[in-house]
């Protein structure tokens, strides 16, 4: 079946260090791929996404290749602010099949020391 | 658009009261999503609808939970009766079945049962 893996947190970096999240998914056809990103007391928001092999997904700085020879889709910035604490969730979803509901990995916590 | 409405943010009630979530997704949008995040079991898809038909209740706890959409513009989901262990935060979301499926989220609804 379809699954997300991701890297458990929390990771704690200080500010302007280099992050990355690694996440690796198990899908039957063509998924497309998607970091979400919640923010304390507040709901999902889509991060950025992929939808085939190859693409770079970007966004606030944010940037992640969807690597299909090896099933990755590894999240990284390049210098990080105390403004992106929060929760990254990675998923998938594989359009035009009969379950049209996204995957979502556990979540991997992000604290950023000042 | 003002996004996925969720109401009320927190809700407080005792053991055995019924506790009803009320959700309005983004106009235009084919899906509605419900789910529960805890800190000890994430982020749990409880039920999703495609054009107010339900397609998926397979996460939804007991019978004690139930989910209506009675139109494109309006979704609940009761408790009845609430218990305890139902406290988490219940998050609404929507997408577009067109696109491909990235989900927008409300801001959720705080439960406390007590």
């Known amino acids: 079946g379809n699954s997300v893996t991701q890297m458990e947190g929390p990771v704690t970096l200080s500010e302007e260090a280099f992050l990355t999240i690694n996440c690796t998914y198990t899908?039957?056809?063509?998924?497309?791929l998607f970091w979400y990103v919640q923010y304390p007391g507040e709901g999902l928001q889509l991060l950025l996404k992929?939808?085939?092999?190859?693409d770079k997904g970007s966004n606030k700085g944010f940037e992640a290749t969807y690597r299909k020879e090896t099933t990755s889709f590894h999240l990284e910035k390049g210098s990080v602010q105390v403004s992106d604490s929060a929760v990254y969730f990675c998923?998938?979803?594989?359009?035009?099949?009969?379950?049209?509901?996204?995957?979502f990995g556990s979540g991997t916590r992000l604290s950023i020391r000042p | 658009d003002a996004g996925v409405i969720q109401s009320p943010r927190h809700e407080v009630t005792e053991m055995g009261q019924e506790v009803t979530l009320r959700c309005k997704p983004i106009?235009?949008?084919?899906?509605l999503f419900w789910y529960r995040q805890t800190m000890m079991r994430g982020l749990e898809l409880l039920i999703y609808?495609?054009?107010?038909?339900?397609?998926?209740d397979s996460g939804m706890p007991e019978d004690r939970f139930s989910a209506k959409m009675p139109n494109a513009s309006f979704s609940t989901l009761k408790i009845q009766p609430s218990e305890p262990r139902d406290s988490a935060v219940y998050f609404c979301?929507?997408?577009?079945?067109?696109?491909?499926?990235?989900?927008?989220f409300g801001p959720g609804t705080r439960l406390t049962v007590t």
């Open positions: 979301a929507s997408s577009f079945a067109q696109g491909k499926y990235e989900q927008y």
């Open positions: 899908a039957t056809g063509y998924p497309s």
């Open positions: 992929a939808t085939k092999a190859d």
């Open positions: 998923a998938l979803t594989v359009p035009y099949s009969s379950a049209s509901k996204i995957i």
């Open positions: 106009s235009g949008h084919d899906y």
């Open positions: 609808f495609n054009n107010n038909v339900p397609i998926d």
